[in-house]
């Protein structure tokens, strides 16, 4: 009479797994050794049932998750970026930024797994005051240090990184004493966040955009960001140097309407020198008023008439985050202007931080481009 297969209570007391913690990967592959050892699992001998359920009684038996990842270590480190010239915007300038670099080292199936992140706090921008952002990161560590993120399936591991994303924001609420209203310490946040999405990545082999559920399509790439210049003809030769390598360019604003103007004209110029239509995005930081955004949308349009102007332009915040309705009233005069060769984008950055401001956006009429800023969401 042909012997009964082992039970999954049979298997776990023969490995003294009941009421033991232990590493679930070590367990599961001292239990599948065995297993082919003795045949279980071969033809006429399988165990009904033994793969789903033993899953479900590991986790139940030996008090982890049957497929987790376990934080080992968790560290950050200062470094301050300091520039070669002053960083210039139409509001202020800048010599450099500190940045916080996240570590998270962490045990999956026997495998040793480095996820990074890094917190870039910018103060009001991002709702980080500068005597908060190292007791909150710091904090967050001692935190995430032994804590198991389930990783049974990509969704899974979502839903837990989400999980440790909302106490990492009890975290920071009670670091910075701000119990309701805005989210504070975002840039600090967003850096953990950051280094939790990789490591989730980095176990399931797969890309962050695949990983977010998302797919590895290619993207128009523009040059980084550069400050206002005073110097025209120095911004001419940087024009041309970054417009022949990339699709577009993203300029600080000058408060001076002219100098946005010649600016525009400067690219413009490039564009039909090499044959191109890239991006020509300027970045106002809430620079201007209503009446003044609305003369430069006018004066854009002229010089477009007069052939000095054409392509697609990206006019970013122009108007103070809190005139949502002009911004967008702003959008849909540029819209009338609309002409052949000439296509304005007004863009919100600054009034967006949550998908409530998102939908305040639309319901006020909308805008054709969003920045979607990572460290102040």
């Known amino acids: 009479m042909a012997r009964p297969p082992p039970t999954v209570s049979t298997i776990l007391t023969k490995f003294g797994c009941t009421g033991v913690k232990h590493e679930p990967y070590e367990v599961v592959r001292r239990i ?18 033994v793969g789903p359920a033993l899953k479900a009684a590991i986790a139940s038996r030996i008090g982890v998750r049957a497929s987790s990842i376990r934080l080992v270590r968790c560290t950050v480190v200062a ?7 002053p960083f210039v915007t139409a509001r202020s300038s800048t010599q450099g930024n500190t940045n916080y670099i996240i570590t998270l080292t962490a045990e999956h199936r026997g495998k040793k797994l480095t996820a990074v992140g890094e917190a870039t706090p910018r103060g009001p921008l991002t709702g980080d005051p500068r005597r908060h952002v190292w007791p909150f990161l710091t904090r967050a560590m001692d935190h995430l240090h032994d804590t198991r993120i389930d990783a049974a399936d990509p969704e899974a591991c979502l839903n837990a990184i989400r999980e440790q994303v909302s106490a990492l924001a009890a975290i920071a609420r009670e670091v910075a004493n701000r119990p309701g209203g805005p989210m504070p310490l975002r840039g600090s946040i967003a850096g953990v966040e950051t280094a939790l999405l990789d490591l989730g990545a980095r176990a399931f082999d797969m890309s962050l955009a695949r990983f977010l559920g998302g797919h590895d399509d290619l993207i128009e790439v523009t040059a980084s960001s550069s400050s206002v210049s005073r110097d025209l003809d120095e911004a001419r030769r940087r024009l041309r140097k970054r417009l022949r390598r990339f699709r577009g360019w993203r300029l600080k604003a000058d408060a001076r309407p002219d100098t946005n103007l010649a600016v525009l004209r400067a690219m413009s110029s490039i564009n039909r020198e090499l044959g191109r239509d890239n991006l020509q995005w300027l970045d106002f930081n ?30 970013e915040q122009p108007v103070p985050a809190a005139a949502v309705a002009d911004l967008c009233a702003l959008q849909a005069r540029a819209d009338a202007l609309r002409r052949d060769g000439l296509d304005i984008v007004v863009m919100a950055d600054e009034c967006l931080h949550t998908l409530q401001d998102l939908e305040a956006l639309t319901a006020a009429g909308g805008c054709r481009g969003i920045n979607v800023k990572v460290p102040s969401a």
């Open 79 to 85: 470094y301050e970026s300091r520039l070669r010239r």
């Open 32 to 49: 599948k050794r065995w297993m082919r050892r003795v045949g279980v699992g071969s033809k006429g001998r399988s165990p009904t049932g």
């Open 286 to 315: 809430e620079s201007l008023g209503r009446d003044a955004a609305n003369a430069l949308i006018d004066r854009i349009a002229e010089e477009h008439d007069a052939g000095a102007i054409a392509g697609r332009i990206i006019l």
